[in-house]
């Protein structure tokens, strides 16, 4: 799989622009400060270089992206029936 492999669907942070591709992934990575870089984030970085080199799936590196840039979220695919469809961890409803 090649750096500019798309999503499924761009990433929006709250800040800067939409991760679209694995390149985008990286850069997003690259430009966090220190104080938000942990073994987490080098695990990320090192799934989505893996992923670019056809040694990892793409949706699951998307998935740890979209963890990374929104924190814990419910997938509007897999939220159980009867529940809304994006629920944040320790948000109140």
């Given at each position: 799989m090649p750096w500019?492999?798309?999503f499924i669907k761009p990433i929006v942070p709250a800040k800067g622009r939409p991760i679209?591709?694995?390149k985008?992934?990286?850069d997003y990575i690259s430009a966090l400060p220190p104080s938000?870089?942990?073994a987490i984030t080098q695990e990320i970085a090192d799934a989505v270089e893996m992923a670019?080199?056809?040694r990892g799936p793409l949706r699951v590196t998307e998935v740890r992206m979209v963890r990374l840039v929104h924190g814990?979220?419910?997938i509007?695919?897999?939220a159980p029936a009867g529940q809304p469809a994006m629920v944040r961890r320790g948000s109140r409803s």
């Open positions: 500019n492999s798309r679209a591709t694995l985008d992934a990286l938000e870089q942990s670019a080199q056809g814990p979220v419910a509007a695919d897999e």
